[in-house]
């Protein structure tokens, strides 16, 4: 199953050296989840060739500007290209407010539904269920209301033994069974526990979107126990958070306009934790 | 006196073809003038390097989102970058209301002052004078309130006819006075009208911006009696009202995605009004 993200934006606060606004999307078995829509972030799409239509969810981690000012234009680009379908918004309940009012004043109304959620910044809340994924929130240390996003791939289906499974003479239509968890009795009553069927399927995986938050790696251990991926805002930080958290990769990026060139950035966190990227505009990474 | 006007974005309703949405920053005598602010403005602004710092005054003809979504990231990277003076903003009340909101939200205080003057779209008013500039509203017929600007030179001093003073024998220090229209008194008392010494000065140069209006000529040769550049969203139409104000050149933009090529709209208000040229992102015109 397809699971990757590309960057459409890793800048913080301000668009600098074509580096723009923070904005993720990931792809997730053909779905798009849009993760914070900087200004511009409809400009990156086309620039990516990222399908807002292919877009039915999107989460704003916070009300920084450089997190959802491109959500007003990018929803009224979808509505002026004929959308249809629902549209999924998950973000603080204040986003809202701010979205009725613009369009209020515009008069605009969306040809689509927007359906809007209103995270919670003091508790996780699983806010997202499908065939493909469960998607959590993460309470963040920031400075207003913050949440940073968990995408878990749903747990996969057991792998058959096949071997074993001609061996026993299992009819095939009762493969999928098997490989939801079920045991087997024969035609003579023998019963043959699951566990001797199938083995277990490969781990899900995981990637953590984390935005802006005070550093604090033993909240994200708990918080993030089985993430293979973070996303972080200070690189040397990052990396120990990732180390600590046992990350298989650490993508940095909302680089700051400090910095010009990301090198050292790179360097320092590498020191730490060698698995580490730079989330720059237009790379793709595999999770 | 430098009267020049930068395009930084000339797309309608969403951006498209690297086509940004609406912006305009006008140099009149090297103070910057920005109108409309459609998303992405600070990003082109970087692009075409005009520095926000020498923005004293921002206008807004509108609350549709191509024409102002850009200001709340622009106003923030203002004040992140370090910004104290004061800055100008013209607009619908309602934009004070939507500004206001998202500032609380992001618990932004700004560093500089905000004087914001909510403009009229039923009359036009003068809403700015300096020593370069007189700015008038235009109120224009749009789906929701609307004020396109003009900006007009302040009218020059007359010109000094060299001369026929040396040959009277005016005194160098009564020049001045001459020039803003006083007559001379010679010691033997006798009179020289001003008319008689001077000759008037070149016509104040004027940019009209008229973007989201229907079609009026009749009311445009009334608003625009004087101006000789405007600016509009149909292309044969915004011709046809150059012709009509007498406009020395015309300038078309807020292009719709429709057109991918600009050519056939160029070539189609040209065959009504000549002097027309596209007004695409980056291109300077002096007025």
Redesign the interface.
Known sequence: MKFEVTILGSSS????YNR??TSQVLNINERLYLVDCG??T??QM?RFDVRGSRIDHIFISH????HY??L??LL??LH??GRKKALKLFG?S?LK??ID??FK????TLQYELDFFATDSTQSQVIVINDDVTIETIPLDH??PCNGFLFREKKRLRKLLKDELERIGVPIELYTSLKKGADYTDPKGKLYKNDTLTTDSDKPKTYAYCSDTLFNPQYFKQMLDRANETHHTTALQAAEIAVTVNAKRLLIGHFSARYKSLDDLLEEAQSVFPNTALAIEGKTFVV
Chains 1, 2 share one sequence.
């Open positions: 606060a301000t668009p600098i723009n606004p200004e511009g409809q400009q086309l009300l920084h500007g450089d000012l491109g007003i234009g009224s680009s002026l290209n603080p204040q407010e701010i009012l613009q004043y515009s008069e605009t400075r207003i």
